[in-house]
Structures are given as structure tokens and as C-alpha cells.
């Protein structure tokens, strides 16, 4: 059965057609209302970016989220977990200094920063699932404990994953770095073209890879599989296993993503933010152009149908020149698949119907 997906263009010709009042409908019309009681603790669960990175959602559209929450008596928090990787986000000090800096205060949002797995990612909770690759998963043990989830992500490309959205912000975002390495599982590979600069072996935040001579070297029992040196590499000198781990690495990520939310499937809700549509995800320090114009915000209760329409929708734009696309400028053209060719982004579909985290069966319905 096909889920509904609420849908507001970011085209606006009035004062009502602006973004901030296109918030409050889409959760409006999604039936979100609903899904919270009063005193519920409800997790508003976004990415705050990366520090250099500006792609993120803006503060001022989360504040919709949060006083539509507290008009429903709930009681709002914005939550992320700590990465995987080395930058500004590794512990909650950070990530709050972080958060700050783009400008999610309370002043601002409206509701507190709380970070979901403590202090250094280590406050956990088990959750059986019984699935293909994971018979449990490790969740943040606030995002067990709340009440009620309501996701709000950026779509984008992700250089794993081919996209990411509402079940990546799920999967990755809900789980504490030991869920992040159980998610990855691929390990680097370098090739024959080092610049034998060091920037990998500096970055690296398991001290996995070192420079020996004139190239770098993996050590594969320690590597993580984050991909943070494949980012800084001048050369491209650094690849994973895309043939054998890029399927297992989307199908680990929507089983993580199912985890996140089976005590509350009842009390969840999802936005898309479809601006500022980056080939790459917010947790690289920068924000590259856009690789196709704004398209809108989008709105479920079901994070499969949600992330099918947004892809599609996606892919039915004309892609802008100047941008990380090669050849996938014509409107129906798959723009993920062109910039990471490797990737089947459709894995994640497909796995998650298998699993019943939803269905990619959906209607669009316009406001």
C-alpha cells in the first residue's frame, strides 16, 4: 500500500508560502500532531553539521519542529551522537561548541542540545533485531529512552551509501561510534598513486594508516572503515571495497536504522529538507555546490517512502553546471549513481522492505 508523502515546494510567492510557514503545515498534514503527549521527551534528531560545512538545516526552520512539538505539551530536544572520525564533533563538548557555532541555541531553537550517547559516545543501549547481519544493534540510550523521534534530515549524496536522508540520519546518526564501526565494516585500500603527503595518516582517527617511504600503508586491524582519509586525499589514492561492501554497508545501515525506532514506530515522523542538495555529506569539513536547484521539504511517517520520493525527486531535476556532476545533467538521469558510480543507492530500498521498515511504495501528495 502506498504511504503518503507530503510535499512543499520552496518556490514561495508570499508571505504563506514561505518556508517557515511550510514547516508548520507539512507537520500539519502529516498528522505529526499525533504522534506526541503531553510530557513526551521528543528527540529531534538532525545533524548539526560539520564545522566548515554550511549545508546543514537552518536554525530558524528546526525552530518550526520544536514549538510545534511544545504546542502538542511536548517536551523537545535537539540530539546527535559523537563520529566516528576525527573533526569538531568527536565528544559532546564539541559537538555542543559545535552546534552553537551554526547556530542551534536555545535562544535560536528553542530547545536544548542534548547529545544522545554521553559525554565520549559510550552511553549505549542494546536492541535485539534479528536481522540478516545484525541480531542486535547498539543505539544511544537517549534515543531508546525518549518518547517520541521526529527526523529531520538533509538530503545529499554520501560517498558510502550513494545518498543519504531519513534512514541514514536513523542509522548513523542514532548510533554511538562502536554502532558507527559495526555499520562501515569495509576497510581502506591504497593505490599506486601517493603523494606520500601524510594528510591520510594525520587524519586518521585510529592511527590505522602510516606513510612508509613513498606511499601509505592500511593497517586493516585497526581501520574503522570511516572514510575520513579517502576526503583528504589530493590524489584519490584511497578506495574501499565498493565491489564486495558497498551492498553489505547499505543493507547494515537500514537494519540500524530499524533498531533506532522499534520501541516507537507509533511516535515517529520524518522531514527532508531537499535544499542545498550537496554531493557529499555534512560531515566533511566543507560544503561543495549544489548539484541541482532547491526543490523543497518533504514530510512521512514512513522513512523508506520518504527517502524514494526525495531520491526520485531528485533525480527528475536538471542538474546545475559547476557542480560534482560528470554527465547526469538531463532531468530523469540518476545524479547520486554519477558522482559515486560504485554505489547502489537502491540497496537501501530494497533492504528495507525486506526488514518492514517501511515501503517504497509512495503517493506525493502537493500543499
Known sequence: MAQKVWFAGARA?????????????????????????????????????????????????????????????????????????????????????????????????????????????????????????????????????????????????????????????????????????????????????????????????????????KRSQVDKSRCSGCGECMTVCPNGNIEFDWETEAGPFGERLVEYACGSILNKRKKVGFINFLLSISPECDCVPWSDSPIVPDIGMLASTDPVALDKASYDLVNMQAGLPNSALKTSHSPGQDKFKDIWPRIDGSVQFRHAERIGLGTADYKLVEL
Open 13 to 213: 510567492r508570499g508571505e504563506g508560502q514561505n518556508k517557515v510557514n511550510r514547516i508548520r503545515e507539512l507537520f500539519d498534514a502529516a498528522g505529526f500532531g499525533a504522534l506526541v503527549e503531553r510530557d513526551d521527551l521528543v528527540a529531534v534528531k538532525l545533524h548539526f553539521g560539520e564545522r566548515g560545512g554550511d549545508a546543514h538545516i537552518r536554525p530558524p526552520l528546526v525552530r518550526q519542529v520544536v514549538d510545534k512539538v511544545r504546542e502538542r505539551g511536548g517536551k523537545p530536544f535537539l540530539t546527535d551522537t559523537a563520529t566516528l572520525y576525527s573533526g569538531s564533533r568527536g565528544n559532546a563538548v564539541d559537538h555542543v561548541w559545535t552546534a552553537a557555532g551554526h547556530g542551534f541555541d536555545l535562544a535560536v531553537v528553542g530547545a536544548p542540545v542534548i547529545m544522545a550517547d554521553g559525554l565520549r559516545g559510550t552511553n549505549v543501549s542494546t536492541v535485539e533485531i534479528n536481522k540478516k547481519h545484525f541480531k542486535r544493534v547498539s543505539i544511544a540510550s537517549d534515543i531508546v529512552s525518549a518518547d517520541c523521534l521526529i527526523g529531520l534530515a538533509h538530503f545529499k549524496g554520501h560517498m558510502q551509501a550513494g545518498f543519504g536522508g531519513a534512514m541514514k540520519n536513523l542509522a548513523m546518526g542514532c548510533a554511538p561510534p562502536a554502532g558507527k564501526r559495526d555499520q562501515h565494516g569495509s576497510r581502506a585500500l591504497t593505490g599506486d598513486n601517493c603523494a606520500a603527503c601524510g594528510a591520510c595518516e594525520e587524519a586518521c582517527p585510529e592511527k590505522a594508516i602510516r606513510v612508509v617511504g
